[in-house]
DNA sequence: AGCGGAACCTGTCGGC
DNA sequence: TGCCGACAGGTTCCGC
């Protein structure tokens, strides 16, 4: 579900409330969850204060006031609802209790999300083999050819692996390539300097975008307390399979590429 | 090494 | 109406 811009929203708007808050309690409503047993869990977190939130790809990334993080994915359904009162929820599977009175709810469908605990942020394995952010200096054409000079696979499937850009997800990736005038199957190793540039440029300004509209809401994705995005307003090959192409009205393609639907326009796109 | 497919879990939607 | 398969914004594991 939320990619970096969504997962960049919920951070912002968590960070508004609850820094500076201190856990009470927890009460853990579905184990898989969590990285260990519920006691162990509920007793490393009691009494934490939150002293900043801040994201790396789409990691949630607690600290508190001592070598503690949380780290969060929300993967396809998950997110956070902050009320006052929790009403008996079918969805909510970790619920964080407040020294204000607010209950942090972690509200997840599919059961997908996790939440790790880390003494040492920097020995986490999964935070440590992400590839750098969009907006990294270290980004660049050159950097990115070397990276993928041995690669067989799409254009696509690159995008969507977060050991090389971290935060891209399905709907951004169709986007980005349609952005940036490529097709969607070519083989990355194929891909000229200058068509590495565009894309670096085009997944700057994809994002850019739809952080400014707090990310992209179809169905599950909700920012904190139920608000949705608008950047789906915005779309303009996701989910427009047979809708003529913006720019030529070619109709647009659906495609499937590693099990997973991939949006663009056969015209436009090369 | 790195690719594609299956699996994880639950709900919804479209077709027959 | 009812059932059944396909599909959903992600990641990990496994076999090749």
Redesign the pocket.
């Known amino acids: ?3 970096l811009p ?1 997962v960049q929203t919920i951070v912002n708007e968590l960070s508004q409330t609850i820094i500076g808050r201190i856990i009470k309690s927890c009460e853990i409503k579905r184990d ?1 969850v969590i990285d260990r047993s519920s006691t162990d869990f509920r007793r490393a977190i009691r009494n934490c204060k939150f002293t900043s939130i801040s994201r790396k ?2 990691y949630l990334i607690f600290q508190f006031d001592k070598p503690l993080w949380m780290i969060v ?1 929300l ?2 359904t998950g997110k956070f609802i902050l009320v006052a009162d929790h009403q008996e929820n ?1 969805y909510g599977r970790v619920i964080f209790k407040l020294d204000n009175g607010l209950q942090m709810i972690f509200h997840d ?4 999300g996790t939440i790790e605990l880390s003494s040492d942020i920097d020995k986490h394995k ?1 935070l440590f083999s992400l590839g750098c952010d969009p907006w990294d200096k270290a980004l660049t054409p050159e950097s990115l050819a070397i990276k993928l000079r ?5 254009v696509k ?2 995008l ?3 050991s090389i850009i971290a935060g891209l ?3 951004y990736a169709s986007e980005i390539l349609f952005d940036a005038k490529i097709d969607p199957t070519r083989v990355v190793t194929k891909l000229t300097l200058s068509q590495l540039k565009q894309l670096i440029k085009s997944t700057k300004k994809i994002l850019a975008s739809a952080l400014k509209n707090n ?7 909700r920012r904190v307390d139920d608000k949705q ?1 608008t950047f789906q307003n915005f779309l303009k090959v996701y989910g427009k399979q047979g809708e003529p192409c913006q720019t030529c009205k070619t109709p647009i393609q659906k495609i499937k590429q ?4 991939t949006f663009f326009c056969k015209i436009c796109q090369r």
Do not use: W
């Open positions: 579900m939320p990619e969504e898989s790809g789409k994915h993967r396809m079918r469908v599919r059961c997908f999964k041995h690669r067989k696979a799409s499937s690159i969507l692996n977060q997800g399905n709907i990310g992209t809401t179809i169905s599950d994705y995005g590693n099990q997973r639907s």
